[in-house]
């Protein structure tokens, strides 16, 4: 009932919710545990969309250019039949975008909902609903609903300059129901051994609405003193309503943030149940089983239905196995619906404003988990900082497509500055090989090792094959300090050359001083070579460095390659080979291997250039 009220509509539209979608859900979904009904941020929603098209729909009607207000005008100055229609239109759209997307198989679009994004999304809109709860706990009249980009700034700009105005036995109900809530809800349902003794939630929203309800009937709150209530709830079940189709166009973009969000509530709870009890679920079913109720549910006045995390959570807790725990919870819904209705209609409002309040505590508290995210991946914990402060500022919509935007550029990013590592071997092994990082690993002589973490695409090729030149152009110079196309001069040569005093002319006295200092084994050598006006003099320790004769590419943690990526690998292949440099490819997965097959890149190398292992490559080398 309270989430029909932050929809835009009636409470009832909130009941009709948790029993018609229920029914189609029950007989198409395949997760065993989840139920369908009404969700904080998805009526959220769903409640700015049906202000800002109804609007539109009331300066059309009344032949003006711009909505009534400004888009600050409360639901109780717009008609309840423009509501009912922008409504059950949103649901029936939204319905099918997710049969749509069950149809086309892309239930695998939730995994870019991320679990940090989801979290920074749902702690930034549990804010927006519990601030537009605001209202009806404190009874301030003439508070208006603001909608747009900074809306919660201006809200409480007009909130804190007509605090004064607070209805004071309003604030009082809303503060009894409160207090009871929480204190039940610490006490009770989050005490580990309270539960171990009555195993099922205390169902302290469903006394606090009954003996609210009594409480206002006997006092007579509204009429003595001027808490607004319920009023209107229908007893029986509504009659089929066709949706206004025409309105069709003008929300199907809108809507379909909504219909990703509620898509993204349902997989991840069924997720969560199927793993807890070892099954599977199929996520493009689930996406038409969702879609199917609520295109159900759009002509019997509901508003838009997803996971119901609560309802979910008691049904599970009571031993229930099976969908028919969901058929019977409607049973008791229906029950509501035909015979106690109008038992409700003395309701303080403050007491649905004051159960979702509380019941947002928990995700409220999600803002600490920034904390956790920043000591793991500061990324991560971007992503969800960005997202939560962009919902806040902003909006519901403009957050979450912030979020997505700025989750699938940092996802691009990793991929295109995946990790490269260059290898060695561990000293005094044969076949452990590391990062040379590690001051127990040694480079091997001659060959270069390196190992890209991710896949080899169009992203990052360039600096991956980039990286591989950047060594070799090092080795290069280091190999032509010393054997450089001027012949090699022996000892002696070299003695009386200088002792000569010959000094060739030349154009320019620049001196370049190149200082290497390579590890192999356990020894580290120093090559100093001096170049003066392009005569090469040389003085070399005892040992002297290889020149590179190999490169081994492990491709052990490589999970695909593209067309773009194995161009830039054929090219380095090619040029390799005509630097009399060996290529080798260790460790390639199937998928791989017939990638470099299908590409050509195997066709330029020997079928012995690949290994099945690092090791093994330098083995042969």
């Known amino acids: 009932m309270a989430y029909g009220v932050l929809s835009g509509v009636e409470p009832i539209n909130g009941l009709y919710a948790s029993f018609f979608p229920v029914l189609i859900y029950s007989c198409l979904c395949t997760s065993q545990h989840a139920s369908v009904g009404t969700f904080a941020v998805t009526s959220l929603m769903t409640g700015g969309i049906v202000h800002t098209v109804g609007a539109e729909m009331i300066a059309h009607r009344n032949h003006t250019e711009t909505p009534v207000d400004n888009g600050t005008a409360t639901f109780d100055k717009m008609p309840l039949d423009i509501r009912l229609q922008v409504t059950i239109a949103v649901t029936l759209a939204v319905g099918l975008w997710q049969v749509l997307m069950g149809v086309f198989r892309l239930g695998y679009l939730a995994v870019f909902l991320s679990d940090h994004l989801v979290k920074g999304f749902t702690c930034a809109a549990a804010f927006h609903v519990f601030t537009s709860q605001v209202k009806l706990v404190f009874g301030i009249q003439g508070l208006e609903e603001r909608y747009g980009p900074l809306k919660l700034v201006y809200f409480y700009i007009d909130f804190f300059s007509k605090i004064s105005q607070t209805h004071v036995p309003t604030l009082i109900v809303s503060l009894i129901c409160i207090t009871i809530l929480y204190l039940t809800r610490v006490l009770v349902n989050q005490n580990p051994r309270v539960m171990k003794i009555i195993r099922v939630p205390f169902p302290i929203e469903l006394l606090v609405i009954i ?31 066709l949706p206004h189709y025409s309105i069709i166009p003008e929300i199907l973009g809108r809507t379909f943030s909504l219909a990703i969000v509620a898509s993204a509530v349902l997989i991840s709870l069924a997720k969560i149940f199927a793993t807890k009890h070892n099954y599977k679920i199929d996520a493009n079913q689930e996406l038409i089983a969702i879609g199917a109720s609520n295109i159900f549910g759009s002509f019997f006045l509901c508003i838009p239905a997803t996971g119901a995390l609560a309802r ?17 919870s409607a049973v008791i819904v229906l029950i509501v619906l035909v ?17 979702i309040m509380v019941a947002l505590i928990n995700m409220l508290k999600g803002a600490l988990e920034v904390r956790n995210l920043w000591k793991v991946s500061l990324i991560d914990a971007s992503i969800f900082m960005v997202t939560l402060l962009a919902t806040l500022l902003l909006d519901v919509d403009y957050g979450l497509a912030i979020g997505v935007l700025y989750s699938l550029l940092v996802f691009a990013f990793r991929m295109q500055y995946g990790r490269v590592a260059v290898l060695g071997r561990v000293r005094g092994t044969l076949d452990e090989i590391k990062p040379l990082e590690d001051p127990m690993v040694d480079e091997v002589s001659g060959i270069k090792i390196f190992r890209l973490h991710g896949p080899l695409y169009s992203g990052n090729a360039e600096s991956f094959v980039a990286k591989i030149r950047k060594a070799m152009i090092s080795n290069v110079r280091v190999v032509s300090s010393y054997l450089s196309p001027v012949p090699e001069l022996e000892a002696t040569e070299m003695d009386e050359t200088m ?26 050598d120093a090559v100093i070579n001096i170049v003066q006006n392009n005569s090469l003099l040389t003085k070399a320790g005892p040992r002297q460095a290889k020149p590179l004769r190999a490169i081994i590419i492990d491709c052990s943690a490589i999970n695909f390659i593209d067309v773009v990526g194995t161009e830039k690998l054929l090219r380095l292949v090619n040029e390799c080979n005509k630097k009399g440099i060996r290529v080798v490819f260790a460790a390639c997965s199937d998928s791989v291997r017939d990638i470099l097959y299908l590409s050509g890149v195997a066709a330029a190398l020997p079928e012995e250039n690949f290994m099945s292992s690092v090791s093994d490559a330098i083995d042969e080398l």
């Open 211 to 241: 003996f609210g309800t009594l409480a206002s009937y006997e006092l007579d709150l509204e009429s003595e003193w001027g808490v607004k209530t319920v009023q209107n709830v229908p007893t029986g079940l509504p009659a089929p309503v």
């Open 312 to 328: 979910s959570a008691v049904q599970e807790s009571v031993g229930g196995s099976t969908q028919m725990v969901s058929l019977v």
């Open 339 to 355: 015979a106690l209705g109008r038992f409700l209609q003395p309701l303080p409002k403050a007491c649905l404003g004051a159960i």
């Open 499 to 524: 002792t000569s005093g010959q000094q060739p002319s030349s154009g320019n006295n620049q001196t370049e001083i190149t200082v290497v200092t390579r590890r192999q084994d356990q020894a580290t």
